[in-house]
């Protein structure tokens, strides 16, 4: 399996700002997927960006990815309250391991 | 952590018939389980929250009545795909949290091939 590992680990902001999160990982990738928790529920699949994209948008969502420097940034723009959850990079493969996430706060 | 099971690992079925797969948690009990599906190459979708005693909720596009799930007690749930059929081939997957982590942490069960032929 392979783990992403995110940063910051916690970052809050107010609604309307931009909040970006990152993810580095070790190994060779076919893709690369973001994903949301609201406590408590399951992970939410946002984006998946593949290893020969280097950026990808959906709606306020951008995510790019290096893949020289191993590393993939989440930009959510205009931010709202709703917003708030744990966002979780992965690299998927038999086994299924997240890292702890960046939790978003997004004050109203 | 929690450890998680499934079973079958593997199944290969006819089109038409039902699969029951089963998600176990084995020392930990858990009120709400998640179950994925994931297709080749592309990123774990989930499917539907299932929660013991009551109905599972599902995401949107996901036919309640296509995938049935029973959660009947806190150690075991399980997913009937019914009248498979060879686009419901995939890896399912179950989870679950246990809520002793501060950042939800899911265990995650290895996961049940199916082909349906």
Redesign the interface.
């Known amino acids: 399996s392979q783990q992403g590992e995110e940063d910051p680990q916690a970052l809050s902001i107010q609604e309307g700002e931009n909040a970006t999160m990152n993810c580095s990982y070790k190994t060779s990738i076919n893709n690369l997927q973001w994903y949301r928790q609201n406590s408590g529920r399951g992970l939410v699949h946002l984006i998946l960006i593949r290893s020969n994209e280097r950026e990808k948008h959906s709606g306020r969502l951008r995510v790019t990815l290096d893949t020289s420097k191993k590393s993939s940034s989440l930009l959510i723009t205009a931010s709202r309250a709703a917003d708030t959850a744990s966002y979780f990079c992965a690299t998927l493969s038999q086994n299924f391991v997240f890292g702890p996430g960046t939790r978003l706060s997004v004050l109203p | 952590g929690a450890v998680v099971s499934q079973h079958p690992s593997r199944v290969i079925c006819k089109s038409g018939t039902s699969v029951k797969i089963e998600c176990r948690s084995l020392d930990f009990q858990a009120t709400?389980m998640?179950w994925?599906r994931?297709f080749p190459?592309?990123?774990?979708?989930?499917m539907a929250?299932s929660n013991e005693g009551s109905k599972a909720t599902y995401e949107q596009g996901v036919e309640k009545d296509k995938f049935l799930i029973n959660h009947a007690s806190l150690t075991l749930s399980t997913l009937t795909v019914t009248s498979a059929h060879p686009e419901d081939s995939s890896f399912y997957?179950c989870?679950l949290?246990t809520?002793q982590t501060?950042?939800?942490?899911?265990f995650?069960g290895?996961?049940t091939r199916l082909t349906v032929l």
């Open positions: 709400t998640f994925y994931q190459k592309q990123s774990l979708m989930l929250t997957i989870s949290i809520g501060s950042y939800n942490e899911q995650f290895p996961g």
